[in-house]
């Protein structure tokens, strides 16, 4: 199985939610083929004017293999794709939303007809989501929301799994253990 594993945690090796993607991958993913984005490393900038001129004229020529849409070939191959995010302003770092917006690509990652609508063209069995957050957001995790909207919605993948860690920094005394706790409960 081919995994994607799309790293947004911006705080590198300081962030709790890499350390979820780390005992996430170690038991879930341990003899499979893994690609990573680590969207820090990446040059990505939000779509503008000219940048959205570009993208639909390459697509209107059928120039999918141009390496503007690297990302987005990237993401329709895998197999399943594993996000990994912390929570933060209600959703997730604005970094995945720039990303998104860069694999989402008409005759790509989905297609559209008048007869049949949208139909998503990714290969994926299911988005894993990865998440921490330092309050309790009680189910309202606007992320994980997203995710699952744009899986099923646009892209095609109509699972999606979610591993969410809350309540870290209520006690900062206690931030350690909730975290160990929660990658116990989370994957047992």
Same mark, same amino acid.
Request: aromatic share 10%; charged share 30%; glycine share 6%.
């Given at each position: 199985?081919?995994?994607?594993?799309?790293?947004?945690?911006?705080?590198?090796?300081?962030?709790?939610?890499?350390?979820?993607?780390? !005992?996430? #991958?170690?038991?879930? @993913?341990?003899?499979?083929?893994?690609? =990573?984005?680590?969207?820090?490393?990446?040059e990505? /900038?939000?779509?503008?004017?000219?940048?959205i001129?570009?993208?639909?004229?390459?697509?209107?020529?059928?120039?999918?293999?141009?390496?503007?849409?690297?990302?987005?070939?990237?993401?329709r191959?895998?197999?399943?794709?594993?996000?990994?995010?912390?929570?933060?302003?209600?959703?997730?770092?604005?970094?995945?939303?720039?990303?998104?917006e860069?694999?989402?690509?008409?005759?790509?990652?989905?297609?559209?007809?008048?007869? !049949?609508? #949208?139909?998503?063209? @990714?290969?994926?069995?299911?988005?894993? =989501?990865?998440?921490?957050?330092?309050g309790?957001? /009680?189910?309202?995790?606007?992320?994980?929301?997203?995710?699952?909207i744009?899986?099923?919605?646009?892209?095609?993948?109509?699972?999606?799994?979610?591993?969410?860690?809350?309540?870290?920094?209520?006690d900062?005394?206690?931030?350690?253990?909730?975290?160990?706790?929660g990658?116990?409960?989370?994957?047992?």
């Open positions: 199985m081919k995994v994607l594993v799309i790293d947004c945690c911006v705080r590198k090796e300081l962030s709790a939610t890499a350390v979820l993607l780390k !005992a996430y #991958l170690e038991k879930y @993913c341990r003899d499979c083929e893994t690609e =990573y984005v680590k969207l820090y490393e990446k990505l /900038k939000p779509l503008l004017g000219e940048d001129i570009y993208r639909d004229s390459l697509l209107l020529k059928g120039e999918y293999d141009n390496p503007f849409f690297d990302l987005a070939r990237q993401f191959d895998a197999d399943r794709i594993v996000i990994a995010a912390p929570f933060w302003d209600m959703s997730f770092p604005s970094l995945l939303k720039v990303y998104l860069r694999v989402c690509a008409s005759g790509i990652t989905f297609g559209t007809s008048a007869e !049949a609508g #949208l139909q998503g063209l @990714c290969h994926a069995d299911k988005f894993v =989501y990865l998440s921490t957050c330092g309790f957001v /009680k189910g309202e995790n606007e992320g994980a929301r997203y995710v699952r744009l899986g099923q919605r646009l892209l095609g993948i109509n699972e999606t799994e979610e591993f969410i860690i809350d309540g870290l920094d209520v900062p005394s206690k931030r350690a253990q909730v975290l160990k706790d990658i116990k409960r989370l994957l047992s």
